[in-house]
């Protein structure tokens, strides 16, 4: 049985949806991971360590902005030499995943 709204809705362009604005990747910011944070700060790294100080970011890259209070063993995607050089000089290892 077709519902009374269906019926009066078909025949036209946008019925089904958006058409036009889909096609490119614009709308959604790019194409793929793009727009994603694929990254995270030293900064932020004490937050994410437990009490041993150890840190799994296996998807993300390490950037250098902020500090790094504490001895930390990082493990990530990829470190910029910053990153890498501020957790070493707290003390703490940055190993490449």
């Not at 991971?33 to 390490?62: P, R, T």
């Not at 790094?68 to 000089?89: H, N, Q």
Request: hydrophobic share 30%; glycine share 16%.
């Amino acid at each position: 049985m077709v519902r009374p709204k269906t019926k009066e809705k078909r025949g036209h362009r946008t019925y089904h949806g958006k058409h036009k604005n889909m096609r490119g990747g614009g709308t959604r910011g790019g194409r793929g991971d793009s727009g994603k944070c694929k990254h995270v700060n030293v900064d932020e790294l004490d937050q994410l360590a437990g009490q041993d100080g150890k840190v799994e970011i296996n998807e993300l890259k390490v950037l250098g902005r902020g500090r790094v209070t504490r001895k930390l063993e990082v493990k990530a995607l990829g470190f910029t030499a910053a990153a890498k050089s501020k957790i070493e000089a707290a003390g703490g290892q940055a190993v490449v995943v």
